[in-house]
């Protein structure tokens, strides 16, 4: 399992119609996602953890799926930092 970032751009006019769906259809992704509407933002993130980003974007409503941006994350240590430095 990897981590993944979701990132999904909505316009202000899409927003209620959007979050709406995520209520409908996937309320527990809904749960982890946190959102910059109410500061003009209109964007929502998550970091969730799946097998692939195929099977994380599956957890996006289909309608928006499209405009929904899957990205795999990783978290470095300093050690691996100074590791990556180093000359091979």
């Known amino acids: 399992m990897s981590d993944y970032l ?7 006019q ?3 119609a959007g979050l709406d769906r995520f209520v409908q259809q ?3 992704t809904l749960d982890t996602f946190e959102f ?3 500061s003009g ?7 969730v953890q799946g097998e692939s980003e195929s099977s994380v974007r599956e957890l996006v409503p289909a309608d928006i799926r ?3 941006r899957v990205v795999k ?6 050690e691996q930092i ?7």
């Open 73 to 78: 994350v990783t978290k470095f240590t300093p």
């Open 6 to 12: 979701i990132e999904w751009s909505h316009t202000p």
């Open 41 to 47: 933002e209109h964007k929502g993130w998550a970091i």
């Open 36 to 38: 910059g509407c109410l």
């Open 66 to 68: 499209s405009s929904a």
């Open 14 to 16: 899409e927003c209620l």
């Open 26 to 28: 996937s309320p527990k």
């Open 82 to 88: 100074r590791m990556a430095h180093e000359p091979h």
